[in-house]
């Protein structure tokens, strides 16, 4: 399984963007290919320290994916190309 990680706070509207976007790109993929995990910079001073200011931020297994802006193509192919759990 991949994990893909949304770093964001509320009231971000690029941030609402980068939700829907994933909500999209996730849910054409098979059922339980991908676990969403979401945390805000405004719960955890140490993503504040890192992310205030490139927020919405898409980790993807951990790595880097997008910052400010997310485009669903490029997230769709990420997905796919990601080794995940149990995948050959």
């Known amino acids: 399984m991949t994990t893909l990680t949304i770093i964001s706070r509320p009231g971000c509207h690029l941030c609402a963007v980068a939700h829907e976007i994933v909500e999209q790109v996730v849910a ?3 059922e339980d290919d991908v676990d969403v ?5 405004l719960d955890d001073p ?3 320290d890192l992310w ?3 927020i ?3 980790l ?7 910052q ?4 669903p193509d490029r997230l769709r192919a990420a997905l ?7 995948r050959s």
Request: no cysteine; glycine share 12%.
């Open 46 to 48: 140490g993503l504040y």
């Open 80 to 86: 796919i190309a990601a080794p995940g759990e149990g």
């Open 37 to 41: 995990e979401e945390f805000s910079i």
């Open 52 to 54: 205030w200011d490139k």
């Open 28 to 30: 054409e993929l098979p």
């Open 68 to 71: 400010w802006r997310l485009s």
């Open 60 to 66: 993807v297994d951990g790595h880097l994916h997008a």
């Open 56 to 58: 919405p931020v898409v």
